[in-house]
């Protein structure tokens, strides 16, 4: 049987997989991939039969500041929430899909983004990537319809509180397709 020799791409695999390795260079990466699938998929809308309808509640929560708010779901008002994390590649990778959206309906649709890490990590997190959400700590048991172990998980609610998108992983949050949803709600 006849050898193989190390190929470039032999190479260029084993640098990639020790790149992996590190921390410092591991989570780039994992962004960067993130990223090309962010730039791929837009979140799904949900069948009609699929749709869960919470009852409109108030989600209590903590600013960055430490200010305790309520802030109604599904009280007339579309509601967008993402639970995230400041460690989560995808997480980072469709944060300024969301920037995006946010600077466009932040007027018009609620948004909760929320995590559970320290406040000041956070803050920090967001001026390094020059983001300006509206981040907030959860301060009660997450609604069993929106309870999901994995980051990030986002859903955008009907005024009535109806859950119309759930996306878990890395998406667009600035398609068409999104801007369309969020158009047509407001219509009604």
């Known amino acids: 049987m006849k050898k193989r020799k190390f190929t470039f791409s032999d190479a260029l695999f084993v640098i990639f997989i020790g790149l992996l390795l590190f921390p410092q260079t591991r989570t780039p990466i994992q962004v960067a991939l993130n ?3 962010v730039a791929i998929f837009s979140p799904s809308v949900m069948d009609g039969e ?10 209590e929560v903590l600013t960055l500041n430490g200010k305790r708010q309520s802030v109604p779901v599904g009280n007339g008002k579309i509601t967008f929430i ?49 983001l300006d959400l509206p981040v907030f ?6 609604p069993e319809a929106l309870n999901e172990t994995s980051i990030p998980t986002s859903y955008v609610l009907d005024q ?5 998108i759930k996306e878990t992983g890395a998406a667009d949050w600035n398609s068409k397709r999104v801007r369309q949803l969020l158009e047509g709600l407001l219509q009604k």
């Open 50 to 59: 699929e749709r869960t309808q919470l009852q409109p509640f108030k989600y």
């Open 137 to 142: 700590i959860p301060q009660m048991k997450t």
């Open 160 to 164: 009535k509180g109806k859950i119309i």
């Open 82 to 130: 993402s639970y995230w994390a400041t460690w989560c590649p995808p997480c980072i990778a469709e944060l300024p899909s969301i920037q995006k959206l946010y600077a466009d309906y932040g007027e018009e649709v609620t948004f909760l983004l929320l995590t559970n890490e320290k406040p000041g990590t956070v803050q920090r997190f967001l001026e390094k990537k020059a």
């Open 35 to 37: 990223k090309v699938r």
